[in-house]
């Protein structure tokens, strides 16, 4: 089993940053099976949309085009950990972020993601 704790979240301004964090832990097989990392958002009245994905060698990165340039993903494998650092942040930005792992690599599609953490409220203000 697979366990993701995410933390980091908040109340920012506009224009202003933030940087969340997902700690994965379990038995070191479940976490070697883990081949991709990725980052979900899910804004109140909307439906969950994929944010960035990572690699577990991160030697693959992919950005939805809504945080492109503005937000980046990253990983500390050492410390079975994957950021999300999120700069100018606006209002669009205000959701319930989620980490979630998956047994296959390059997948933005949630349905590939069996393992999810209980999510983080990033609340940007304007």
């Known amino acids: 089993q697979v366990q993701l704790v995410e933390s980091g979240g908040g109340l920012v301004q506009a224009g202003g940053s933030l940087r969340l964090s997902c700690a994965a832990s379990?038995?070191?097989?479940?976490?070697?099976?883990?081949?991709?990392m990725a980052w979900f958002r899910q804004a109140p009245g909307k439906e969950r949309e994929f944010v960035a994905r990572?690699?577990?060698?991160?030697?693959?990165?992919y950005y939805a085009d809504s945080v492109k340039g503005r937000f980046t993903i990253s990983r500390d494998n050492a410390k079975s950990t994957v950021y999300l650092q999120m700069n100018s942040l606006n209002a669009e930005d205000t959701a319930v972020y989620t980490c979630?792992?998956?047994?296959?690599?390059?997948?933005?599609?949630?349905?590939?993601?069996?393992?999810w953490g209980q999510g983080t409220q990033v609340t940007v203000s304007s």
């Open positions: 379990g038995r070191t097989f479940s976490l070697n099976g883990i081949k991709g």
């Open positions: 990572i690699s577990w060698r991160a030697d693959s990165i």
């Open positions: 979630a792992a998956s047994w296959f690599a390059g997948q933005t599609a949630a349905a590939s993601y069996t393992v």
